[in-house]
């Protein structure tokens, strides 16, 4: 180990400058130089640029390296990763730089072999995962990066016009994670199904996300004859049993060949009202069971 001035690091190359989450040194730690030395290879920096900035920003004039052998591209890498040591908490934009210095390497096949030191597991398809990230929008990437949205959907949804997504970031507090992924879909399939242009497309959005309920909204319009159905059931339970304390249920998304009624009373009198509210729905019930298939 020994003691490197800090112009002399600074003109070292800087291809591994990936990592924007490093933690700095706390006052005491950096002081005491209680951290590892910075490994240096081939003229490169391997790791450690968040602490040659703290120390440029400290006032220091040098700071201690170990000098590593001649070591390939793919092992300078890993040992970049081995020191950083943040397996599977590491941003998209990171694990770009890391499939980009993999493929300038001569690795195109990208960062499947590093997955376990990258993501804490082995992830044959890494490369393909960070590659689709980096072809999204950039303000589709920024909702992945933030985990606002998971890459799976992104992908899925990327041809929506962007302001689809920079609109859905005003959302934030209002939506769930899951809310926000079947929106997305259901607007995808409303749009491919219409085959509508992208101010319609962008109408239809607004309209959606200012409705009290935009999962209902795009609901109504994905599903119309599911919508029609359900509309037809309640004017049938509102004409027969609504207000009765009687509860009837249909079976999910009326597939099925039975309903559930369900209802409490606590003298005759009672019973005697669900009963001619359930006499009322009898006289419907032919239309009820049409709704069924």
């Known amino acids: ?12 190359g800087a291809e591994l400058d990936i990592y924007t989450g ?19 290879s081939r003229q490169t920096l391997v790791w450690g640029f968040h602490l040659l900035r703290q120390g440029r920003e400290k006032g220091q004039k040098s700071l201690p390296c170990i000098v590593l052998p001649p070591l390939p591209p793919l092992q300078l890498l890993k040992a970049s990763l081995l020191l950083e040591n943040r397996p599977g908490r590491y941003t998209w934009g990171e694990k770009e730089g890391m499939l980009g210095f993999a493929c300038r390497a001569g690795f195109p096949a990208g960062c499947g072999e590093l997955s376990p030191w990258i993501e804490g597991r082995r992830v044959p398809g890494l490369g393909e995962q960070i590659r689709g990230f980096s072809a999204l929008p950039e303000s589709l990437k920024g909702l992945v990066g933030r985990g606002f949205l998971d890459l799976k959907t992104a992908l899925k949804v990327h041809s929506l016009p962007e302001t689809v997504f920079r609109r859905l970031e005003a959302e934030e507090g209002r939506l769930t994670f899951s809310q926000r992924r079947i929106l997305l879909v259901q607007l995808l399939e409303l749009s491919a199904r ?13 309209d959606a996300l200012g409705s009290g309920d935009p999962l209902e909204k795009l609901g109504r319009l994905r599903y119309p004859r599911l919508t029609a159905l359900e509309d037809r059931f309640r004017q049938i339970e509102a004409g027969s049993v609504k207000g009765s304390g009687i509860t009837l249920s249909p079976p999910s998304f009326f597939e099925g060949d039975s309903y559930q009624v369900s209802f409490r009373f606590t003298s005759p009198q009672a019973l005697s009202r669900k009963l001619q509210a359930l006499q009322r729905l009898r006289s419907q019930s032919d239309e009820l069971f049409s709704l069924l298939h």
């Open 1 to 12: 180990m020994r003691e490197m001035a800090l112009a002399e690091l600074e003109r070292l």
């Open 194 to 206: 219409k085959a509508l242009p992208a101010e319609e497309v962008l109408t239809l959005w607004e």
């Open 22 to 40: 490093s933690s700095l040194a706390e006052e005491e730690v950096f002081r005491f130089r209680l951290f590892p030395p910075l490994p240096v």
